[in-house]
């Protein structure tokens, strides 16, 4: 396949051909009449690695699926996923690795998985199977009820730097929550939920401390560290201080507590959004190339469940298939922030060198086919009822993204646009 006069996000002009699953050559191929695409005046990416998804399968397969995930990432740009570990059951034993891997065989794009902590983890079971990193551990409950002891950590830490495995973590110290914040919070129920209480009730300080003990174990132990959805300037100093990684999440990016009287329940997620000063602040720090990554933390529940109480709704919103198309919009925009080569890195090349991806992040020969074509000139309205997860809802209601007009994962499309292709996702630690 020869994909003919595309703009990189670097601004160049080329052809790109493709041979089964690789990029065979990009450069001037005389792509001008023979191409099977004629890509002119379109951005060519490479397809985006979001290394944060919570897919749901084994267990809550009501909110999502790994077929169900994977077409909205598809659908969004995005050919490689990691999922999380805060699934039923959790996973934590070789066992629990294998039941995931073989639901992942329904995933049209490529994966990895990670390994969790609970105290019931079989660590050497674990290490023993292809796993993507040790994560995200979480220092903190979430959804899944998984945070752990201090103790626990440290020794999970040293496991991981002894098998060679990156490790990942949600970085919320609880000591520090708030609970009065949260015993204060109304009645009210989905939209109309008292929603600012829940970031008041896990306060930045609670991340950067969180981040600052993780940086001084994964020192001891040499281990490779990558901080998960920071959400504060703080949180993302103090990781790239000590030398750590960092990804952010698209709606820490583009939200704030400001949005939250019209999100209610529908804006609860930890880290919690926060102050419109320190959304900026963030975002200054995603534009200038502090931050390493952006990852969704794609967490999808039903409307259902999130009409509840502040206190009682669970934490996490959709974001897999709108990641980059807010992105491009982003750099589009005439007075935008960052250009579509940070957006590249975040999205794809920084992922995949951090994890060490080497045949996947880059439109370059010999790299994986992974890639997604985007007429810039045509923004379309968001709306969840389009989306393709299964829980039909996004805290991006109206907002406006660049959407792929298709996707290919190794060669094969998987999305054109109006339909799914047909592909076996690989685990990309195989
Ligand atoms: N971020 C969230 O608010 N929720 C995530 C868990 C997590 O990543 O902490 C989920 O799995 O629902
Ligand atoms: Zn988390
Ligand atoms: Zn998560």
């Known amino acids: 396949m020869l994909i003919g006069n595309a703009t990189l996000p670097d601004g ?4 790109v051909r493709v041979d089964g699953e690789t990029i065979d050559a990009v450069g001037d191929l005389g792509g001008g009449g023979e191409a099977d695409v004629d890509a002119t005046g379109k951005l060519l990416m490479p397809g985006a690695i979001d ?19 994977s077409r909205s990432a598809a659908a969004g740009g995005v050919t490689t996923v990691v999922d999380q570990p805060n699934t039923d059951p959790p996973t934590v034993t070789g066992d629990a690795f294998d039941e995931k891997a073989a639901l992942a065989a329904d995933s049209l794009v490529d994966w990895g998985i990670n390994g969790g902590v609970t105290d019931s983890w079989e660590p050497d ?3 023993d199977r292809p ?22 950590f440290d020794d999970a830490v040293e496991l991981a730097a002894d098998n060679d495995v990156p490790v990942t973590v949600h970085a919320e110290d609880a000591d520090l929550f708030d609970e009065a914040a949260l015993d204060a919070a109304d009645d009210g129920i989905g939209k109309d939920a008292d929603a600012d209480a829940w970031s008041a009730y896990r306060p930045a300080e609670a991340e950067a401390a969180a981040v600052e003990r993780a940086c001084e174990v994964a020192a001891d132990s040499g281990a490779d560290l990558h901080i998960a959805h920071t959400s504060t300037p703080e949180g993302i ?3 790239a201080d000590a030398g750590a990684t960092c990804e952010v999440t698209p709606h820490h990016l583009f939200i704030s507590r400001d949005d939250l009287p019209e999100l209610g329940t529908y804006g609860r ?5 926060r102050s419109e000063p320190r959304r900026e602040a963030v975002f200054e720090r995603v534009a200038d190339g502090t931050v390493d990554v952006i990852a969704t933390d794609h967490a999808p529940h039903t409307v259902e469940e999130k009409e509840a109480t502040i206190r009682d709704a669970p934490s996490g919103v959709p974001g897999v298939e709108t990641m980059v198309p807010l992105l491009l919009v982003e750099a589009t ?6 250009g579509y080569e940070r957006v590249r890195d975040l999205v794809a090349t920084n992922p995949a060198e951090i994890f060490g991806l080497d045949a996947k992040g880059r439109v370059a020969e010999g790299y994986d086919a992974d890639l997604a074509l985007y007429d810039i000139d045509t923004g ?18 109206g907002w406006t993204g660049i959407f792929p007009e298709w996707t290919t994962v190794r060669g094969t499309v998987v999305w054109d646009g109006e339909e799914f292709g047909e592909n076996d996702g690989r685990n990309v630690r195989n």
């Open 333 to 338: 925009a005439t007075d935008g922030a960052f």
């Open 51 to 69: 290394v944060h998804v919570h897919f749901r399968q084994p267990g809550f397969s009501h909110k999502e699926t790994w077929a169900t995930g």
């Open 131 to 152: 796993l993507f990193a040790l994560g995200e551990v979480f220092l903190a409950d979430s959804t899944g009820d998984m945070g752990i002891e201090a103790a626990l």
């Open 125 to 127: 079971s674990l290490f």
């Open 380 to 397: 379309r309205e968001i709306r969840g009822s389009d989306l393709h997860s299964n829980c039909g809802w996004t805290p991006f209601e």
């Open 237 to 239: 100093d103090a990781a």
């Open 12 to 15: 160049t002009t080329a052809d």
């Open 269 to 273: 997620m930890n880290p919690p959004l």
